[in-house]
């Protein structure tokens, strides 16, 4: 059984700064692919980082060059670095896990970023 536990996210001006952490546990092949989805106000939920046990990383086009996702193998934890925040990635931030990029099964609780406009 795979657990994901969030901690992270807040109120930060726009071109703040915020970190993401995602405490991960469960099997090594539930848990190779850790990333972190977004959902926005009336949005679906996207992609925005993601990576592998082999750190191998994948990043959504609007965050390339502001986010950094990285791994530590040991405590199996995931983190999100989040550069000059914009009002448009408000949401609700998701920890997920799974085998690879394609199939994430397992959800954290969720945390909220705000960046006021």
């Known amino acids: 059984q795979v657990q994901l536990v969030e901690s992270g996210g807040g109120l930060v001006q726009a071109g703040g700064s915020l970190r993401l952490s995602c405490a991960a546990s469960?099997?090594?092949?539930?848990?190779?692919?850790l990333g972190w989805f977004r959902q926005g106000p009336e949005k679906q939920r996207e992609l925005v980082a993601a990576?592998?046990?082999?750190?191998?990383?994948k990043y959504s086009d609007s965050v390339k060059g502001r986010f950094n996702i990285s791994r530590d193998k040991v405590r199996k934890t995931v983190y999100l670095r989040m550069n000059n925040l914009k009002p448009e990635e408000n949401g609700v931030y998701y920890c997920?896990?799974?085998?690879?990029?394609?199939?994430?099964?397992?959800w954290g609780q969720g945390n909220q970023v705000t960046v006021p406009s």
């Open positions: 469960g099997s090594r092949n539930s848990i190779n692919a």
């Open positions: 990576i592998t046990g082999g750190q191998i990383t």
């Open positions: 997920a896990a799974g085998p690879g990029f394609s199939t994430f099964l397992s």
